[in-house]
């Protein structure tokens, strides 16, 4: 477990301290249960054939910041717009050198943010 140092209530900052520990990784919102292997399987294929990427993030009509693979070559980058007071993923992954890897939105991709939404899920299981 790595453990955020940081007072910010947003990823962003967590992932410095993860690139303390961690060459790369990669990230699943925890909202998003339904996040599989057929999912992951062509992200991490990106990850393998463009190794100098910064990030390889899933999207589908739009960017999935929180679900993709991240490396340290984007903490410098991380670093400035955290100082800035900027926090959005999508903001900074239109900076770095990220590699979008397309998918068809379906229920993979639902996010669990509301009661509503939770409910939605339950009926998809």
Known sequence: M???SYEIFAPTPAFLDIFKKLDEFFAISVDAPFVDSSVMEPLLEAAAKHPHKDAIIARTDYPHPLI???????????AKE??????????ILKQ?????????????????NTPQDFEKAKNLL
Do not use: M
Request: net charge positive; no cysteine; hydrophobic share 40%.
């Open 68 to 78: 993709g693979i991240y490396r340290r070559s984007i903490a410098p980058l991380l």
């Open 96 to 112: 770095a050198d990220t590699l979008f890897v397309d998918f068809k939105e379906d229920k993979r991709f639902l996010n669990l």
């Open 82 to 91: 955290i100082q800035k007071g900027n926090y959005k993923l999508g903001s």
């Open 2 to 4: 790595i453990l955020d």
